[in-house]
């Protein structure tokens, strides 16, 4: 039975991921300071499995000990996306850059490493040409950048596995409103309006929980996948801000939607992204866009913007 460490396991990835491990039989062990208040892995207590550490990521003697005690090591703990990481930048370069140099420190090579890192590393990319893996990398963001150099490491290592993951959307526990689709149905159910700007910068689009379901294709293909790095996202889901939402309009079609020059994204990425690699090993998507919009339109019905579903 293989045991599993997930840094940061209670966020929105890892409340949908953790339940999915322990669910095919393996150990799991938890690291996370819960910064957010949430209660998103309660119903993963009974499980003899499981093992939650309320820690940070940064208290080093914690992380050392833990990864000497498992054999798949899951990075997720992260401070996520551009506007997070400007708000404090020391805190984000010690959580998402420095985190994974001393994982690599402690880790040995009889261990596995799974790590998600962000496609927003490719930047602004050449009109009508798929970014793949060997394209060249050019991060916008402060986000961005660490998770670029934290891939950099972790490949150089020749022992990880990481996957250059798309604009996630979906349900979780741990919810995150923030997220381009998770946002825009939000807008959609509860304002019935949104005012674009920069309509058509373009993005490529993954559903929560076939990140889950990658993870346990990469543990089950390890030998064949490691030291290499994957992008994860849906073939027919690159679309630009403007096509997500007349693709949400046709479940809500109250959903009135304006452009407007004013306005500009911290994050200023535009392209399209090839996930033809991971394909061609015999992975392929279980959810699409069309699952998604229509899961978050329930869910809207039941959560509102506030207390653990903040956008932080």
């Excluded at 409103?177 to 998770?182: F, K």
């Excluded at 005012?195 to 990658?214: Q, S």
Aim: glycine share 6%; hydrophobic share 40%; net charge negative.
């Amino acid at each position: 039975m293989h045991k599993i460490l997930v840094t940061g396991g209670a966020g929105y990835i890892g409340s949908i991921l953790v339940p999915v491990l322990l669910s095919e039989g393996y150990q799991v062990t938890v690291i996370d300071n819960f910064m957010y208040r949430q209660t998103s892995l309660l119903d993963s207590c009974i499980n003899k499995n499981f093992n939650v550490i309320k820690e940070s990521v940064l208290n080093l003697e914690i992380l050392e000990k833990e990864i000497s005690k498992h054999d798949i090591i899951i990075p997720l703990a992260a401070i996520v996306g551009a506007p997070a990481c400007n708000r404090n930048p020391i805190l984000s370069q010690q959580v998402n850059l420095e985190t994974v140099k001393n994982i690599v420190d402690f880790f040995s090579s009889d261990q596995i490493i799974l790590f998600p890192v962000t496609n927003s590393g490719y930047g602004i990319g050449e009109k009508d040409k798929l970014c793949t893996e060997e394209s060249p990398l050019n991060p916008i963001s402060k986000y961005g950048k660490d998770k670029v150099e934290a891939e950099k490491i972790l490949l150089n290592s020749g022992l990880a596995t990481t996957f250059r993951l798309a604009t996630v959307f979906g349900m979780s526990p741990r919810m995150r409103i923030d997220l381009l689709v998770n946002d825009f149905v939000y807008r959609a159910v509860n304002d019935r309006f949104i005012v674009l700007f920069e309509p058509h910068f373009k993005r490529n689009f993954i559903h929560i929980r076939d990140i889950a379901n990658v993870f346990l294709f990469a543990i089950e293909n390890h030998q064949v996948m490691k030291g290499q790095t994957y992008n994860l996202g849906l073939s027919d889901a690159n679309l630009s801000k403007l096509e997500l939402c007349q693709k949400i309009q046709e479940y809500l079609t109250d959903f009135h939607v304006f452009e407007s020059d004013i306005g500009k994204d911290p994050d200023k990425r535009d392209y399209i992204v090839s996930n033809a690699k991971i394909e061609k090993l015999g992975w392929s998507p279980k959810f699409s866009l069309d699952d998604g919009i229509q899961e978050l339109i329930k869910g809207y019905q039941i959560i509102r913007n506030g207390g653990q579903f903040d956008n932080l």
